[in-house]
């Protein structure tokens, strides 16, 4: 039986790796993750868990002791954020090469300089490269919900490759919501103990981590590739399962009023929950427009991202991370990419907002979906991107 | 001490490896595979063991052998020792295994200190060997803080104005040891019964060890490479590499010098310090050999030792 619990975005998803019954856990604190760290470490001096908990002297020995751990077989989750999340980046690249199937919260915040503990995208879009499944989680129960889906997903043998479950700095991390969670057994039916393909084992003795000449280093990462292209069938028969579970229907995109929309917000995480309240507030006005939120942003969704924005003729992509120099931010030049690959003629503007944790109030929101509306209408994009809410 | 019948005749470090002929780091890391006492997972940081023993598809090792980057062994061997203990305890694996770290003197003194720290801090149970050829060999050569004062590298040329590097070498086990460990060891490979003998003990003990062993290079010091062996026991009888061990914080010389060999004789077999026999740089000849008298009266004192 599933039960309500009052959770923080940190606390659902501390909850969600208690019941999914991991070995190892090596991670250090860092705002706005901290509280991750701290409830599993009360977790396991309570002897709630049997996870072995390393703390760590920095990010990169945590993700370091992750891959030493996962490659052992054993189920490993971490968490981090910003600096720490940079400080990761050498080993992520690792993790994803070594195809360990580590876990990771990652409690979105900014990247320094200047200093800033707020929330935006700016840290797991720099390491957007590096091999990793990501998820972008809207509230509470979504992230608790991913983090199960997470495990999955990654230790399934056609995938073997790590995922990422964000969650907004503060907006998510420290915000109290009502999160069903379900019971340990459920976890259990849902996610038996890890199955590794191939491990250290020291009785049937391997080499992981070899050099790999321009002979055969390609070829390596080349199935890589093919692995998160996997990783698709994989989600979508997760995300079934998992919804015969709890009733709970996950996808790589969700949407919102998108069957008849002339104009759409496309964003990541809990932005999308503002847009959709300011898209109803649209729609009872007689304006047409419908919000679209990449769940899974990588391996990026563009047949079903094609399909949720059907027939729409404009769209705002947001962004809450600068691609500094670059013609469009992330997630913008994604869906531009993608609308080229299917031959899609719609207008596309980008909007760079919230960095720093910045809010986007449902007014800028509002005014965004006008000037799509507009765009719409005229065909015509005068701006390609904008700056929400700051002072130029 | 190990006696030559007692150790294995099974080779689980092959030749075949790319380290240079005479490369002292093969002949640790052949010795240090003839210490093992059951299951044993080595953990290799960047450097020129790991590129030269596994080039993909081909491997010398026998035992599961991981390598994940240059400044984390020591934090990779913590993941691994935590994992089996978790699931040790949910009963989904039943032995015990060795974990045994190896870096570079790079890997250790400079880039991995970190890492190493974290983990004696933290107790895991591996054994942390560093082989020190006294540079970044597998890059070229350049100096890391175990490079003696004087020594040429590329990135501490013998110039006309700076004749070498002009810094001293860090104190490793001290820094080990006051991590408060159980035990910390030097060694070199000209000593095999003693650095076997070590390796044994490192493994055995209950919690981390670390052990430095001294890897003559042919390649960086410029020495000939039928020498190295030699090399490695002039280090020790020249009393520039002290050979000693740390066991619950009390300082042991495993190998007396009483009558040291001049130290010119160690330094004369290498390239790297050939300027320094420059009548112009006499200082800093002087200045390397007094580094190592303090060096020795200070261990020696530690050990309790009178010389
Ligand atoms: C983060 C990082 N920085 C630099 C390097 C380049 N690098 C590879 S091995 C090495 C030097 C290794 O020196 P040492 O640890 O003494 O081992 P040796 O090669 O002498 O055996 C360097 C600088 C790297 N691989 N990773
Ligand atoms: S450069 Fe030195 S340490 Fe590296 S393989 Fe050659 S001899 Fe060995
Ligand atoms: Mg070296």
Not at chain 1, 120 to 141: K, L, T, V
Not at chain 1, 216 to 242: G, P, T, W
Not at chain 2, 273 to 283: C, D, I, N, V, Y
């Amino acid at each position: 039986m599933a039960r309500l619990m009052g959770l923080t975005g940190n606390e659902a998803i501390a909850y969600a790796v208690k019941q999914c019954n991991v070995d190892v856990v090596a991670a250090y604190p860092i705002t706005p993750q901290t509280i991750m760290v701290e409830v599993i470490s009360e977790y396991v001096h309570n002897g709630e868990i049997n996870a072995e908990f390393i703390c760590v002297e920095s990010e990169h020995s945590a993700m370091s002791a992750c891959v030493g751990a996962s490659l052992t077989g054993a189920r490993v989750f971490t968490a981090t954020a910003s600096q720490g999340l940079a400080l990761m980046h050498e080993m992520l690249y690792i993790a994803s090469g070594l195809r360990c199937p580590i876990v990771m919260g990652v409690a979105n915040r900014a990247l320094s300089a200047p200093i800033n503990i707020h929330g935006d995208h700016s840290d797991m879009m720099g390491s957007r490269d590096c091999g990793w499944i990501q998820i972008y989680a809207e509230n509470a129960q979504e992230a608790y919900d991913w983090i199960i889906q997470a495990f999955k997903i990654a230790e399934d043998p056609r995938v073997l490759l790590p995922v990422s479950v964000n969650i907004d700095g503060f907006i998510l991390s420290h915000s109290m919501e009502g999160v069903s969670v379900l019971d340990d057994e459920d976890v259990l039916s849902f996610l038996p103990p890890r199955k590794p393909v191939i491990t250290v084992d020291p009785d049937k003795p391997i080499t992981v981590g070899a050099l790999c000449l321009p002979d055969y280093y390609f070829e390596i990462k080349f199935q890589q590739i093919q692995a998160l292209k996997e990783a698709y069938n994989v989600i979508r028969e997760v995300n079934r399962e998992y919804e015969k579970l709890t009733g709970r229907r996950y996808d790589f995109v969700d949407s919102y009023a998108m069957d008849d929309a002339d104009a759409a917000i496309v964003c990541l995480g809990s932005t999308a929950g503002t847009a959709k309240a300011v898209a109803r507030w649209l729609r009872s006005e007689g304006k047409k427009v419908g919000v679209v939120k990449p769940w899974v942003y990588r391996p990026f969704p563009e047949e079903e991202l094609i399909k949720a924005l059907g027939d729409v003729k404009a769209l705002a992509v947001l962004d809450k991370a600068c691609s500094f120099g670059a013609p469009f931010n992330a997630l913008c030049s994604d869906i531009i990419a993608t609308l080229y690959r299917y031959g899609k003629d719609i207008k596309v503007f980008n909007c760079l907002y919230g960095l720093g944790g910045r809010d986007i109030t449902p007014n800028d929101l509002k005014a965004i979906f006008n000037d799509a509306l507009e765009i719409a209408k005229t065909g015509i994009v005068k701006e390609y991107m904008k700056f929400i809410g700051v002072r130029e | 001490m190990v006696r030559l019948h007692d150790l294995p005749v099974e080779e689980l470090f092959t030749s075949g490896h790319r380290l240079c002929a005479g490369c002292g780091a093969g002949i640790i890391m052949r010795m240090t595979m003839k210490a093992l006492r059951g299951p044993t997972i080595v953990v290799n940081a960047t450097g020129c063991v790991e590129v030269s023993s596994t080039i993909y598809p081909y491997t010398s090792w026998k035992v599961s052998w991981v390598h994940v980057a240059f400044e984390n062994a020591a934090a990779v061997a913590s993941g691994i020792e935590a994992a089996y203990k978790a699931m040790r305890r949910r009963g989904a694996w039943d032995k015990h295994v060795d974990v045994i770290a190896i870096a570079g003197d790079g890997g250790t003194f400079d880039i991995g200190i970190q890492a190493l720290s974290g983990a004696l801090e933290r107790g895991h149970d591996f054994l942390y060997i560093c082989y020190d050829n006294e540079a970044y060999m597998n890059t070229g050569i350049q100096r890391s803080g175990a490079t003696p004062h004087g020594a040429a590298t590329t990135t501490s040329p013998a110039g006309k104005k700076i004749p070498g590097k002009p810094e001293f070498k860090k104190d490793l086990i001290g820094i080990c040891a006051a991590h408060g460990i159980e035990y910390a060891a030097t060694a070199s490979p000209a000593y095999w019964s003693d650095y076997i003998t070590k390796v044994r003990k490192g493994l055995e003990v209950n919690g981390p060890a670390v052990i430095h062993v001294f890897s003559p290079c042919p390649l960086g010091m410029r020495h000939d490479s039928s020498k190295s062996i030699e090399i490695a026991r002039l280090a020790v009888q020249t009393r520039y590499w002290p050979v000693y061990e740390v066991e619950r914080g009390k300082y042991k010389l495993n190998i007396k010098v009483p009558q040291p060999k001049p130290l010119i004789e160690f330094l004369k077999m290498q390239e790297r310090f050939r300027h320094l026999f420059q009548p112009e740089f006499q200082h800093e000849l002087e200045a390397l050999q007094r580094w190592v008298d303090d060096n020795w009266r200070r261990i020696t004192a530690l050990c309790g030792e009178t010389t």
